[in-house]
Structures are given as C-alpha cells and as structure tokens.
C-alpha cells in the first residue's frame, strides 16, 4: 500500500525563484530567509519520497478567468514549466504519476469531491518555486509529482472546512493504491500577502503564526474559521493558506491516528511584499 509519510507547507513567492535563478541567494536580503531551508534540504535527503502530491494554485497561467475550476488533479506524464511573461523559469520539467494520480481521481471522485481532471498542463511558480527551496537546482526533480492545483485566485474560492475534508479523502485514496509507495503531500501559498489595493503590503506576524500553531495541533478547529477571516487578517493573497489544509488533513491524526511530529518549523518576514512561512510534519512509522 501506498503511505503519505510527511507533509511539507511552504510560500511560494515568485521572487524566491528569481533570486535562485540569478544566483543571489546569498545577497543581504535573500540569505536569512534561504537559511530558514537548509535544514528542509536536509531533511528531504533523509525523507526522500517516491512521489509528492502538490496543492498549489495556478496564477492564471495554465487557467484564466475562461475556466476556473475549483480542484484540478494533474494526470500526466509530465508538465511544462509556464512561461509567466519572462521566459519558462530555467527548472527542470514536473515528471507526474498518472497511474496514482489517476487513482486519486477515482477513489476521491467517487469520495463526493468534484475534481476536474487535467491532462496538460503548465506549472507556474506556485509549484516550482517551493520545489526549488527544497530540492535546491538538480538536473532533474528527485521525484515524480502530482500537481494539484486549488483556486484562490478568483472569487468563489473553497473553504478550509472543504479543503481539509479533501485532505482527508486524499488520505484514503493513496492508503487504497496497491503499490508501496512513499507520499508526501504539500501544501504551499501563503502566508499573509496583499500584493493590490490599498492595504497593498500587509503582513500580520501575529496571524501567520497564530496559523502555524493551529495547524500543528488544532487543525480541524482551524479549517472552521471562514474565508473573510483570511481577507481580513492575512491580506487578498493571504487566502492562499486554505491549501495548507488540503495537506494537514492528509496526516493520520486527522482519521484517528497518532499526532504528528514537528520536524521544523521557520517563518521570515520580508520576501517581496510576502511572509515565509514553513513547516514540515511527519507521521509517525
Ligand atoms: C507574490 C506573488 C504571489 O503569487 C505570491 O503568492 C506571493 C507574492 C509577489 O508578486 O510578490
Ligand atoms: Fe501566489
């Protein structure tokens, strides 16, 4: 049987992607916040899984306001880096896992969750970047992936409560695989940002990392709190982190099974107008 192992949650600010691509992650700026993952680089080499299931949010650049679907399971072989206005990110290609992707349709589908299923697709700098921060500059991804990609870009978006219900479906589809592979999900985005309007910049240390304890040990009480709260506390963006959940509701405490363990935990404050925040948990064996 397949087993999800871990769960990584990281942002994903595009200039995060930029910084590794012109070689400044060492510059002034840059150096604190890369620092806060060289113990994710390491723990991955230690943890290294067969496959990551990885909720993102495309920023219509696969979609666009012409489809808007709600959850979109990626099921190819592999996917392009998207050219977001200046030239593809120089990263390698996404390898997919149609056989388990395809699996987690079926068994989440028939879960009563409506997933729309997507056979190409272009991944943006929500996927690539946090493959980036963890994996470093490889000639090729050291696993295959399965992108996932969330709307939280256009009005209605999903709620926490539904996000960490599909988390848990996800959990149960991979456990039903025939196949002994290692998972980790991935929930990236966040945490609070506003990159428009007149509260353009906003940042809430307070909130971002009030979220990071709830998710740790009150996940379920955290997947009630309604979008406008989000809005409101974490900014436009700050929406993003209802993806987070999709990811913690996949551990096994959340289907009765032993809490997980906090293998580290960081939170930056500037990239661009964004605050990092980063958590890895595994489950335990
Ligand atoms: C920025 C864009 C994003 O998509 C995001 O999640 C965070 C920051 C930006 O342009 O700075
Ligand atoms: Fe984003």
């Known amino acids: 049987m397949a087993t999800i192992t871990a769960s990584v949650y990281t942002s994903h600010v595009?200039?995060?992607?930029?910084?590794?691509?012109?070689?400044?992650?060492?510059?002034?700026?840059w150096?604190?916040?890369?620092?806060g993952y060289d113990p994710s680089r390491r723990w991955l080499k230690e943890h290294m899984p067969d496959v990551v299931f990885l909720v993102y949010n495309d920023h219509a650049n696969a979609f666009s306001l012409d489809l808007i679907p709600t959850f979109a399971i990626g099921t190819a072989a592999s996917f392009a880096i998207a050219d977001e206005g200046w030239g593809p990110r120089p990263v390698p290609a996404v390898a997919g896992h149609p056989e388990l992707a395809s699996h987690i349709a079926q068994s989440v589908i028939q879960d009563d969750f409506d997933l729309t299923i997507v056979n190409r697709m272009d991944v943006d700098h929500g996927l690539t970047v946090p493959l980036s921060l963890m994996c470093g500059q490889p000639e090729a991804w050291p696993f295959r992936v399965i992108p996932?990609?969330?709307?939280?870009?256009?009005?209605?978006?999903?709620?926490?409560r539904r996000c960490f219900q599909l988390g848990q479906a996800i959990a149960r589809a991979v456990a039903s695989y025939d196949e002994p592979l290692e998972v980790q999900v991935w929930g990236t985005?966040?945490?609070?940002?506003?990159?428009?309007?007149p509260r353009a910049g906003?940042?809430?240390?307070e909130f971002d990392n009030a979220f990071l304890d709830r998710l740790i040990a009150d996940p379920a009480g955290l997947a009630a709190m309604p979008h406008i709260d989000y809005v409101r506390e974490a900014g436009?963006?700050?929406?993003e982190l209802v993806m987070w959940l999709i990811a913690r509701g996949a551990m096994a405490d959340t289907a009765g099974g032993k809490a997980p363990r906090v293998a580290h935990r960081f939170y930056h404050v500037p990239a661009s107008n964004t605050a990092v925040g980063h958590l890895i948990l595994e489950n335990p064996r």
Do not use: C, W
């Open 148 to 160: 996932f990609a969330v709307n939280v870009v256009q009005y209605p978006v999903p709620s926490g």
């Open 14 to 29: 595009p200039a995060i992607g930029a910084a590794i691509d012109l070689g400044k992650t060492h510059e002034p700026y």
């Open 236 to 239: 436009s963006e700050g929406i």
């Open 189 to 197: 985005g966040g945490m609070s940002h506003q990159l428009q309007g």
């Open 31 to 35: 150096a604190p916040m890369f620092a």
């Open 202 to 205: 906003l940042i809430n240390r």
